[in-house]
């Protein structure tokens, strides 16, 4: 008998780490990855040894992962792993529905992890060759990591926000059923002298990294309440929302700042909705923030809804008062029934919560009318509007207020640039 493997698709892969608390199931998928050429095989029981065993040392070169675990299951994994950036190949295994993991896929690829297939357990070997065989091109890194070779710096970003580079543009948030403005969210734009103006995704993780997130937060904050206050004297009743890096809910000194600049310009907490991302709630620490921030009356979103890995449970337990739904569900859903259902799922809950929905990423006329079917509260997207300029933005809102005079509530999904 040959001791070559019948197939040698596992080969390129170095050593395989299957997940899997079942002993049995494991001991399977272990057997069968050697059967499928892999070097070297590795079995552990959970999520924490898995996250161990990964940042010790030569990292496997594939990685099998069960969903159900005790301890740290398999989403909780997945989410550990995007955190630290880890690039290795993951290939899903669950005895759950092909619509679980057909989620659980979708999330993990838009945090940026290369989630190569999603596969029903008990695992098989012809399965894995085809799901392996198909090995896409690695994916785009995470959606807030600066690109290689980018033109951005630490001391560059510093002196922008010195000589008061960092400017703010502004989206609309828009009723579905009135087509009335209810707010704006405020958008972080870097006017660079060399290279024109540079999107968020380029420098939010540098301010990050580089510890200069709180000053421009303060500097976006600022800018944004001061053109509020304009609005509401012209007689516009707005929210503004602003967006809070994670590392901030960790930032004693936030809070006094906010309220400080509140005053300044002659607004009230409940003038502004903080945008929180989904990923950042795990942290316990940043509980705490978020029900003092609530307390004082501040509005709280969570932002990229779908995108991160958190449970009804999470947000039961943060006095959130709005679930904004990412644009990856929202943006031609009226064309896959999984994204419709992920959808109807997501504006079930936020309604059973209390909570008030935001779609984003409205870019076609099929969009909005599928989110104002399904209930929806508001909608933001390029279709409304595009981010703008203050004074760009004043013009908008007085035209919108006369289509909607002219034509009610169906004017505002009438694309208009
Ligand atoms: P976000 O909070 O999810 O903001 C919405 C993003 O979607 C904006 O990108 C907006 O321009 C874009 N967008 C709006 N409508 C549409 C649409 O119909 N289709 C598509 N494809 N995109 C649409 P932007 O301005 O490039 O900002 C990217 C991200 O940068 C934001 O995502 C937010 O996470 C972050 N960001 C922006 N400003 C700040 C800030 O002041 N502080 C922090 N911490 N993050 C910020
Ligand atoms: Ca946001
Ligand atoms: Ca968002």
């Known amino acids: 008998m040959s001791l070559v493997p019948e197939i040698a698709t596992l080969s390129q892969f170095g050593t395989v780490l299957v997940v899997d608390d079942s002993h049995v199931q494991r001991e399977h998928a272990l ?61 899903v295994a669950s005895q759950r ?15 940026g992890l290369q989630v190569l297939a999603g596969l029903e357990k008990p695992l098989r070997a012809a ?22 070779g980018d033109p951005t710096d630490a001391a560059m970003l510093q002196e922008a926000l010195r000589r008061g580079d960092i400017e703010v543009a502004y989206q609309p948030k828009v009723d ?23 999107a968020p995704d ?6 990050e990294r580089e510890g200069l997130i709180h000053a421009l937060t303060a500097s976006v904050a600022d800018q944004a309440m001061a053109r509020l206050a304009t609005w509401k004297q012209s007689g516009f009743r707005l929210s503004l929302a602003i967006n809070l890096s994670p590392c901030l809910l960790q930032d004693p000194g936030l809070l006094d700042e ?23 709630l795990v942290e316990a620490s940043a509980l705490g923030m978020l029900a003092r921030l609530r307390l004082q009356g ?9 995108t991160g890995f958190s449970s009804l449970q999470q947000l039961t337990r943060i006095p959130f008062t709005e679930l904004k739904i990412d ?15 992920v959808l109807e799922s997501a504006l079930g809950m936020a309604q059973r919560l209390g909570l008030s929905t935001v779609a984003e990423g409205i870019e076609t006329v099929e969009d909005w009318q599928l989110l104002q079917e399904l209930g929806c509260d508001l909608g933001q997207g390029y279709l409304l509007a595009r981010p703008m300029g203050g004074g760009a933005l004043t013009t908008w809102l007085l035209e919108h207020q006369t289509r909607l005079q002219e034509h009610g509530p169906t004017a505002a999904q009438a694309p208009h640039h």
């Open 31 to 91: 057997a069968l990855c050697l059967r499928l050429g892999a070097v070297a095989v590795e079995g552990v029981p959970d999520g924490h040894a898995a996250l161990a065993r990964v940042s010790q040392g030569p990292a496997p070169g594939l990685l099998i992962v069960d969903l159900e675990m005790p301890g740290m299951d398999g989403v909780q994994l997945l989410d550990a792993l995007a955190r630290c950036s880890v690039r290795v190949p993951i290939v």
């Open 97 to 111: 529905g092909a619509a679980l993991i057909d989620s659980v896929l979708q999330v993990g690829r838009a945090n």
């Open 127 to 148: 399965e894995l060759d085809a799901a392996l065989q198909a090995h896409p091109q690695p994916l785009p890194a995470a959606r807030h990591d600066a690109g290689a």
């Open 176 to 198: 579905m059923r009135s087509g009335q403005v209810s707010g704006v969210e405020a958008l972080a734009r870097w006017r660079h002298p060399q290279n024109g103006q540079i």
């Open 202 to 207: 380029r420098f939010i993780a540098l301010a």
């Open 258 to 280: 906010l309220h400080s600049q509140l005053r300044r310009h002659g607004l009230v907490p409940a003038d502004v909705i903080l945008e929180i991302t989904e990923s950042s």
């Open 298 to 306: 501040f509005g709280l979103s969570l932002d990229d809804y779908g």
């Open 327 to 341: 644009r990856i569900f929202v943006h031609d859903a009226h064309r896959s029934r999984n994204l419709r259902t």
